[in-house]
């Protein structure tokens, strides 16, 4: 048979993987990886953890050293694609070239909802989604200087946290009555509240931006109810949108998400889709879903290289997650949403750790575990398993973890 080109657009997580996996499953011929980002694909976690807070340095983010993907012949090329042509298989760039697939992989991934906040556009004004927007937030970090972080969510309080250790003077605005108020339940709020407040974070809840001022650089974050806090720099974390436009101009389906089934196949039989950018059905929570996480992106990138070889690797994961901040690592096993029941172990109000379980007609669906990967391992497994256990046990730390589900 004659060389067969395998294309993977996008080159972060899904594609690192996706393009491994397809060596390990037994493509043999062409695989090149097309990403706009100038590097090779990098751990985005860590861009609002330990690369903000300097411990970290853009080397040391990669996903795989560039050796590792010469000796397996997986070839990058950097630029845009803005047309896929189904009919004639084949993908243009921004720069006109045109490139032709046998088999095309879609890892667009995600990228940042903007706020479309007057002022938006001052120096000082950053956004958190790549290594280039961390470059843009640096120059401002330092200690005393002063930082308004506009939405509440992980990535909002992450960013919270990296800039504290650094010394600066950071408040954190939220639209919503408490943090977090999108993924978790109050307990959850009320906890990382309270650890936020001990660090020395200002957070204000209930409060909605109305416009970035400043005379060319951001000056102050102006709010409904009259209140002005001055900033030196404004990171804005209010969630991000699928990349879906590519696929969809080309008459692949897409809702919220580009659709694929458990085998990451789309409407066309020669293109799989991966990561962020997928809307996929879960067999564990019976319903579709768009996840954005790394897990999620390193299954399905295995799932869709098996499917683009003619093998047969369902996905079938349970969703996790986890969150850095200071001293707290939140793994999250899980979806937690259309919960009945909430229970504790451990002590949230003076520790710093403890695990929340969620509970739907007497089964676990989610939890959250903060310094406790024994409860998170244990979680997953219930859940994952469709194990019955009494929230009653769960919470009872007498019983140590490991022997929580013999008396089941
Ligand atoms: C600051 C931050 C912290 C995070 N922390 C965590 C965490 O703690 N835990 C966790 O599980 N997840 C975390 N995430 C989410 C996680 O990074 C994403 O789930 C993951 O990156 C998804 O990988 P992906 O490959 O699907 O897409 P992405 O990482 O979004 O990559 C897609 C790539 O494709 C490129 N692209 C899109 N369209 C085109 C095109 N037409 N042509 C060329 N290139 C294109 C994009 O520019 C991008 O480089 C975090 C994300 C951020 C931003």
């Known amino acids: 048979m004659s060389n067969q080109v395998c294309l993977i657009v996008g080159a972060s997580h899904a594609a690192a993987q996706l393009s491994t996996s397809l060596r390990q499953e037994g493509w043999e011929d062409d695989i090149l990886v097309i990403g706009d980002e100038p590097y090779l694909p990098y751990h985005r976690p860590p861009l609002s953890k330990t690369f903000l807070s300097g411990d970290k340095t853009i080397e040391e983010l990669f996903i795989r050293p560039a050796a590792f993907y010469q000796k397996n012949n997986i070839q990058f090329k950097q630029g845009w694609v803005t047309v896929i042509n189904r009919a004639q298989q084949t993908l243009t760039l921004s720069d006109g070239t045109k490139l032709a697939y046998d088999k095309l992989a879609l890892c667009l991934g995600a990228r940042v909802r903007k706020a479309s906040l007057v002022g938006e556009e001052l120096t000082g004004v950053h956004y958190l989604r790549n290594i280039a ?22 990535i909002g309080l992450e960013t919270a946290a990296a800039l504290r250790k650094q010394g600066m003077d950071v408040v954190v605005l939220e639209m919503a009555d408490r943090i977090l108020q999108r993924v978790t339940a109050p307990e959850l709020s009320e906890f990382y509240a309270r650890i936020h407040r001990e660090e ?21 974050v102006l709010c409904a109810n009259g209140v002005e806090f ?8 209010v969630g991000v949108l699928p990349n ?45 879903m768009r996840l954005e996480s790394v897990p999620n992106a390193g299954e399905q990138g295995k799932t869709a290289a098996a499917t683009l070889c003619g093998h047969s690797k369902e996905y079938q994961s349970l969703p996790w997650f986890w969150s850095d901040q200071y001293d707290l690592k939140l793994q999250i096993a899980g979806l937690s949403q259309g919960y009945d029941q909430v229970v504790i172990r451990g002590d949230r109000d003076a520790s710093r750790s403890f695990a929340a ?22 979680s997953k497994k219930i859940i994952t398993e469709g194990l019955m256990i009494k929230p009653s046990r769960l919470v009872d730390e007498s019983i140590p973890v490991k022997d929580l589900l013999s008396g089941e």
Do not use: W
């Open 230 to 237: 001055a900033a030196d720099v404004v990171i804005v974390g």
């Open 244 to 288: 879906v436009e590519l696929a969809e101009e080309a008459g692949i389906e897409v809702n919220n998400g580009i659709i694929v089934d458990e085998f990451c196949r789309t409407n066309d039989p020669n293109i799989v889709a991966a990561g962020d950018c997928t809307n996929h059905f879960n067999k564990i929570y019976d319903r579709r």
């Open 200 to 220: 020395g974070v200002k957070i204000y809840t209930g409060i909605s931006v109305t416009a970035i001022c400043g005379d060319g650089h951001v000056e102050k």
């Open 357 to 378: 379980f969620y509970f739907k007609e007497g089964h676990l669906i989610a939890a959250d575990c903060i310094n406790r990967p024994q409860e998170f391992m244990l």
């Open 133 to 154: 927007d961390v470059q843009g937030i640096q120059p401002y970090v330092a200690k005393d200087k002063r930082a308004v972080i506009i939405g509440g969510g992980y």
